[in-house]
């Protein structure tokens, strides 16, 4: 869905290059806080996986609650920003 900064942080601390390693994983850390911050882990990932790449997950199963439209605006506005929807 989005493997380049691990891609790129793998091969940081594989050249012992900490810093580099570093800015790689707060870019995935923000990504990551731009897809959960309303609501919890498998509803906003289901979500996001549409976004990013195009991959239907369904809604999640109950007791689970699907995010809103606007919840889900949000998170298309915030990750369009970052150039990261398919």
Same mark, same amino acid.
Do not use: C
């Given at each position: ?8 942080? *793998? ?8 810093? /580099?390693? @570093?800015? /790689? ?5 923000? #990504?990551?806080? !731009? !897809?959960?911050?309303?609501? =919890?882990?498998?509803?906003? $990932?289901? #979500?996001?996986? =549409?976004? $990013?790449?195009?991959?239907? $997950? ?6 689970? #609650? ?6 889900? /605006?949000?998170?298309?506005? /915030? @990750?369009?920003? *970052?150039? @990261?929807?398919?």
């Amino acid at each position: 869905m989005y493997a380049e900064p691990s891609i790129k942080m *793998l091969d940081a601390i594989n050249n012992h290059k900490p810093a /580099e390693a @570093l800015q /790689e994983q707060r870019k995935l850390n923000n #990504v990551i806080k !731009i !897809i959960t911050r309303n609501g =919890g882990w498998v509803a906003t $990932m289901k #979500v996001a996986m =549409g976004l $990013m790449a195009s991959i239907d $997950m369904g809604p999640p199963r109950p007791p689970l #609650v699907a995010l809103t439209d606007a919840q889900i /605006e949000q998170m298309k506005k /915030e @990750l369009g920003a *970052l150039k @990261l929807l398919h």
